[in-house]
C-alpha cells in the first residue's frame, strides 16, 4: 500500500480540477496545466479535494498509485506559485539575451547558440544568471537541464553553466617538473 498515495491533495480556493478519464485538468491564476494518469490508476475530485485510488492490486498499478497522486499535487501546486530553476553563467564573456521566447548565448563558440523555449516556459536573464520558470515542474526542469547540457561546468577552470548554488569539484591542471 502506498502512504502518499492514499493521502488526499487538498484544492485550495481560486483552482478548479475537472477529471476527464486519463486526463486530470487543473486550472488557477497562473495557467492551466493537464496531468497523464496512468492505467489502472482511478482519480476523483470530491468535496475540495483530489482522492487518487488503484482499481486493481497488480504490482504495475500499485508502483504509480504514489506517482499520480503526486503529479496532481505537483500541478496543483505550480498553478497557484508556478516553479522556477536559475541558472549561472560562468566564464569570461559569456552572455546571455532573451528576445521573446528564444535564448542566445555567447559561450565562446564560434557563434552564438540560440535555444527556443518550449510553450509554457518563461525565461528571464538578468547579469549572469538564467530563471527558467512555468507551472509544469517536469518541463521546467527539463528545460533547465537542456540549457545546462548547452556547456556545462567544466572542472578545470569551472567555466560554463550551472545551477545556482551548485558545486563544481575541480581538479588540478597539469603540472610542470
Given at each position: 500500500?502506498?502512504?502518499?498515495?492514499?493521502?488526499?491533495?487538498?484544492?485550495p480556493?481560486?483552482?478548479?480540477?475537472?477529471?476527464?478519464?486519463?486526463?486530470?485538468?487543473?486550472?488557477?491564476k497562473?495557467?492551466?496545466?493537464?496531468?497523464?494518469?496512468?492505467?489502472?490508476?482511478?482519480?476523483?475530485?470530491?468535496?475540495?479535494?483530489?482522492?487518487?485510488?488503484?482499481?486493481?492490486?497488480?504490482?504495475?498499478?500499485?508502483?504509480?498509485?504514489?506517482?499520480?497522486?503526486?503529479?496532481v499535487?505537483?500541478?496543483?501546486?505550480?498553478?497557484?506559485?508556478?516553479?522556477?530553476?536559475?541558472?549561472?553563467?560562468?566564464?569570461?564573456?559569456?552572455?546571455?539575451?532573451?528576445?521573446?521566447?528564444?535564448?542566445?548565448?555567447?559561450?565562446?563558440?564560434?557563434?552564438?547558440?540560440?535555444?527556443?523555449?518550449?510553450?509554457?516556459?518563461?525565461?528571464?536573464?538578468?547579469?549572469?544568471?538564467?530563471?527558467?520558470?512555468?507551472?509544469d515542474?517536469?518541463?521546467?526542469?527539463?528545460?533547465?537541464?537542456?540549457?545546462?547540457?548547452?556547456?556545462?561546468?567544466?572542472?578545470?577552470?569551472?567555466?560554463?553553466?550551472?545551477?545556482?548554488?551548485?558545486?563544481?569539484?575541480?581538479?588540478?591542471?597539469?603540472?610542470?617538473?
Amino acid at each position: 500500500m502506498s502512504r502518499i498515495g492514499k493521502q488526499p491533495v487538498v484544492i485550495p480556493a481560486g483552482v478548479t480540477v475537472t477529471v476527464q478519464g486519463a486526463q486530470v485538468l487543473v486550472k488557477g491564476k497562473k495557467g492551466e496545466g493537464r496531468v497523464l494518469i496512468p492505467p489502472r490508476i482511478g482519480v476523483e475530485a470530491k468535496d475540495g479535494k483530489v482522492l487518487v485510488n488503484v482499481q486493481d492490486d497488480s504490482p504495475a498499478a500499485l508502483n504509480c498509485w504514489g506517482l499520480a497522486r503526486t503529479l496532481v499535487a505537483n500541478m496543483i501546486e505550480g498553478v497557484i506559485n508556478g516553479y522556477s530553476r536559475e541558472l549561472e553563467l560562468q566564464g569570461v564573456g559569456f552572455r546571455a539575451a532573451v528576445q521573446g521566447s528564444k535564448l542566445t548565448l555567447t559561450l565562446g563558440y564560434s557563434s552564438p547558440v540560440e535555444f527556443q523555449a518550449p510553450a509554457g516556459i518563461a525565461l528571464q536573464v538578468k547579469d549572469a544568471f538564467i530563471t527558467v520558470s512555468g507551472i509544469d515542474k517536469q518541463l521546467v526542469g527539463d528545460t533547465a537541464a537542456h540549457i545546462r547540457s548547452i556547456y556545462p561546468p567544466e572542472p578545470y577552470k569551472g567555466k560554463g553553466i550551472r545551477y545556482k548554488g551548485e558545486a563544481v569539484r575541480r581538479k588540478a591542471g597539469k603540472t610542470v617538473a
